[in-house]
């Protein structure tokens, strides 16, 4: 019996303990790739009235690969996670699409860069427009997060690449939170 515990923790728990560790260990990104900010016409909103904002990424320095075609980001769509949260950090109930793709690609990284990515020189800029069309229904403060993600299996292979110089978004970057006010 006691074997048999042993064998099957050998076999089961060893292996899903390795491949947690890998999981967690986050490729490295070169620092100062590009920036991701959030930008609102107003911060102060009537209470019921859609919060409309747009998320912008501007390449850094040495210019940024990002994927051609970006808006809201979802499983293997790179694009731009938007989230309210109330002052303190609290989860806070809106309405939103979610997005889901199933990348159906050459996994060839420089067949992927030639079709799909676009070089944005330093200082040039993305950006996505959104609004929240189902905002709280309690007066207050109120947070907005934003982030450009990746989203993509194969980006570190294509920043790997020679032409690259491993200028490609492979991390999550993360925005400045925004602070709003719904009176």
């Keep these: 019996m006691c074997l048999s515990v042993m064998i099957l ?34 911060r102060s909103f009537k209470l019921g009235e859609p919060i409309a904002f747009t998320v912008l990424l501007t390449a850094g320095e040495e210019g940024v690969y990002v994927e051609k075609g970006w808006s809201q980001a979802g499983a293997a769509i790179p694009g731009f996670y938007v989230d309210l949260e109330t002052a303190n950090g609290g989860r806070v109930q809106t309405c939103r699409t979610i997005v889901d793709g199933m990348p159906n690609e050459d996994p060839d990284p420089q067949t992927i860069l030639a079709r799909a990515f676009i070089l944005l020189r330093q200082g040039e800029v ?51 939170p925004m602070d709003i006010l719904i009176r």
């Design 9 to 42: 923790y050998l076999l089961t728990l060893l292996p899903a303990k390795e491949h947690a560790q890998n999981k967690d260990t986050p490729t490295k990104q070169r620092e100062g790739l590009a920036t991701v900010s959030i930008v609102a016409v107003k």
């Design 126 to 176: 993305i950006g996505w427009s959104t609004t929240i069309e189902c905002p709280p229904h309690k007066r207050g403060k109120y947070r907005v997060r934003a982030s450009y993600s990746p989203d993509r299996p194969l980006n570190e292979r294509i920043a790997g690449l020679k032409e690259t110089r491993g200028r490609v978004v492979v991390n999550v970057l993360d925005a400045k």
